[in-house]
């Protein structure tokens, strides 16, 4: 069955953080298209586990700090 | 709007239209006859030929109106195109097996041809109406 992703991201905020980089800035440093970046941007895509890695490494931050996963009812309690 | 979704755009146009522009020379060439003794064979050939000329024209014609555009094309990109081109084989395979069963009980070659043709264009219609939703959309999970 076909789901919503549940991952979000703070891309945006960390770009505007960034001297305001643009989007096909990034997009051309972690090797995709600006498409493929507003559709990560906008949560449409979820990105392999690699090119998150290289996301986070462009702001220098951890991958925590860019993509954040809910936790579940039973992991809250 | 990426390079491979223009182009998902143009081979889902063309398959459309090449196919509706067969029906209607087959259609209107039986003029009161049955299908299967309207000649269609060079048509077919013709239409299919056409097709594929008519889609590299297109992209070519897409890279001469818009000469800076990026042609790049990434993994989101392949896998859109993996998808739909496995949505879009459930149609190959049903038409392969519905010829099969007509050749098994002797239907006209009309009909068997037709059918594959038929599935053959549902089968691109399907793969790129899939690309063109999941690339306005969302990459679907499972």
Known sequence: MVKPTQVTNRIRALRFAHDEMTQAELADRIGVTRQTLIAIEQGRYSPSLEMAFRIARVFGVPLDDVFQYPASPEEKA | ?142
């Open chain 2, 1 to 142: 709007m990426t390079h491979e979704e223009k182009r998902a755009w143009i081979r889902l146009v063309v398959a459309v239209l090449g196919y509706a522009a067969y029906v209607t020379v087959i259609v209107s060439r039986a003029g009161g006859r049955r299908l299967p003794d309207v000649p269609y064979a060079s048509t077919l050939v013709w239409t299919v030929a056409a097709a594929i000329v008519a889609a590299i024209a297109a992209e070519a014609g897409m890279a001469i109106v818009v000469p800076g555009a990026s042609r790049a094309k990434d993994v989101r990109d392949r896998e859109i195109g993996v998808l739909g081109e496995h949505v879009g084989q459930s149609f190959v395979v049903i038409g392969a097996v519905a010829a099969m069963l007509m050749a098994m009980a002797d239907w006209d070659r009309f009909w068997i041809a037709n059918v594959i043709y038929l599935c053959f264009v549902l089968s691109a219609v399907l793969s790129g109406v899939t690309k063109v939703i999941v690339y306005r959309r969302r990459f679907p999970e499972w």
